[in-house]
């Protein structure tokens, strides 16, 4: 079966730095997402590793531990526009296995 | 620039009646897919195809159907909707390349209520 957990909610401070963190078990893995998802609104793709270590894409790094189950997404510089759900997905056999996703609120 | 349309972004509906909801997509992707998208339960995956009228079963296909007539088209049927079906649906469309990971793209969603 697949089980990935990640945290229901987080507060931080805007200009601050948040990690999320996400751990999985899944019976495959091809790679591990993650999407940025405002209310009311579809997720969009912010990050994606398939090889261990850390990939940075301008204020957003995503890091990865195949042998840990284990990865993060770390939010940099926080600004208000930033308050949103993030998904954690393990992705195997072509198909997707979401987290309940993070609710993440930046206060000023 | 990519493009995935759902057919309504509410949709008002009475128990029992049979729902059809509309995902087109302009990228010529292979894989598409349908999510249900409840508080405090995530996405989960209810149909998904990887072809023109192929379809396999997600974590929770009891009480729907699909369709894919053709590539850009895949439409989830509620054959008899219940209170329990009113949900957030999303669909979402994914390339397929071999030995390469694409992201998946999603529509707006169609927020559906049984009454």
């Known amino acids: 079966g697949q089980n990935i957990d990640q945290p229901t909610e987080m507060t931080a401070t805007e200009g601050a730095i948040v990690q999320i963190n996400c751990t999985y078990q899944?019976?495959?893995?091809?790679?591990l997402f993650w999407y940025q998802q405002h209310a009311g609104e579809a997720p969009t793709f912010l990050s994606y590793?398939?090889?261990?270590g850390l990939e940075e894409k301008g204020r957003f790094s995503s890091f990865l531990s195949r042998s840990k189950g284990y990865s993060y997404l770390l939010l940099k510089e926080l600004q208000m526009k930033d308050s949103a759900s993030y998904l954690c997905?393990?992705?195997?056999?072509?198909?997707?296995?979401f987290g309940d996703g993070t609710t993440l609120t930046v206060k000023p | 620039d990519v493009k995935v349309t759902q057919s309504s972004r509410y949709l008002v509906k009475r128990t029992g009646e049979k729902v059809f909801l509309e995902c087109v997509q302009d990228?010529?992707?292979?894989?598409m897919f349908w999510y249900r998208q409840d508080p405090g339960l995530g996405l989960r995956l209810i149909y998904f195809?990887?072809?023109?009228?192929?379809?396999e079963k997600g974590d929770i296909p009891e009480g729907y159907s699909v369709s894919r007539e053709k590539k850009e088209r895949f439409s989830l049927i509620l054959e008899s909707a219940s209170t329990n079906q009113t949900s957030m649906y999303l669909c979402?469309?994914?390339?397929?390349?071999?030995?390469?990971?694409?992201?998946?793209?999603f529509g707006p969603g169609t927020r559906l209520t049984v009454t």
């Open positions: 997905a393990v992705c195997s056999a072509g198909k997707s296995t």
């Open positions: 899944t019976s495959g893995f091809n790679g």
């Open positions: 590793n398939v090889l261990d």
């Open positions: 990228m010529d992707h292979e894989n």
């Open positions: 195809s990887y072809d023109v009228k192929m379809k």
């Open positions: 979402a469309t994914l390339p397929f390349r071999e030995r390469e990971i694409y992201e998946q793209y």
